[in-house]
């Protein structure tokens, strides 16, 4: 499970599950190129190059519409800078997202535009170039999106239905390009997280506090930890996952194994 001298991209990865992946693709001694909409990286980041000996740079990207990831010429722009800084792209991980949790019928038209422009055009145009550059290096490389057990589980405690619908949107956009992009040497897989603890659960329970319960009810019992996403992730990315691909890894905590 060695990323050595690979260079990892991780969109969103300035904090929560984005920073805690690319944290877990240095362990594995991958360099690292983060790509977020906030100002700077959340401190932990320091600790890359510092404590783990990889280049890891910092790419703050400012749409052109202030809010999405999907202004094709800022985000075209960010990965053209990372291949001047790091010579190659042999990974890509997708982990940035927002959430929604408004009851259905009071959810607007632009507050699900919003949504699917982020979670899925923004998914699918950080997957494309990155294999775009994949495939130009003749490399091959390992893509892996950030789902969510939402796309196949509804709970009757949150109301994430657009939320939910963008996650479903990205596992079949996995399925899809794990076949398409496979002559290539490019594998496509999805992890689906359920409640981890992250600035976006936490913002959650601001306004529902009895969220709180819940989050922390899965069969085994708490909240997942951003690090428990790491390992699974790692593997996607590495070679002992040669043979891995268009699937989707669920990891929950078992809530999506039983009724909360
Ligand atoms: N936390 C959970 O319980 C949970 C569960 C399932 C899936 N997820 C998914 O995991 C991913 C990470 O979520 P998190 O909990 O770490 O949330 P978070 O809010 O802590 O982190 C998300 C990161 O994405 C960045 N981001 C948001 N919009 C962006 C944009 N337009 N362009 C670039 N970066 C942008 C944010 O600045 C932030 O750094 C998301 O896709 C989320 O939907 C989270």
Redesign the pocket.
Known sequence: MSLKGRVTVV??????????LARGAAELGSDIAV????EK?SEAFGDFEKELGVRARYYR?V?LSG????DPTGLTGSFETIVKDFGQIDNCV??????HDKPFLDTTWEEGAHILE??VM?TMMSAQLAAKQMRAQKTGGSIVM?????AGTALQTQRLNI?AAS?GAVKSLCVQLAVELAPLGIRVNTV??????????K?LAVTRPELLAV?KSPPLGR??D?ADLKGVVGYLLSDAAAYTTGTDVLVTGGVHAGLL
């Open positions: 969109t969103g990865g300035a904090r929560g599950i984005g920073l805690a790509i977020d909409v906030l990286p990207f749409p809010t999405s990831v999907t997708t982990a940035a997202g927002i959430v982020v979670n923004g950030i789902a969510s057990v939402s939320y996650k689906s997280p359920g409640f981890i603890a992250t600035e976006m659960t913002g989050f909240i997942g951003r």
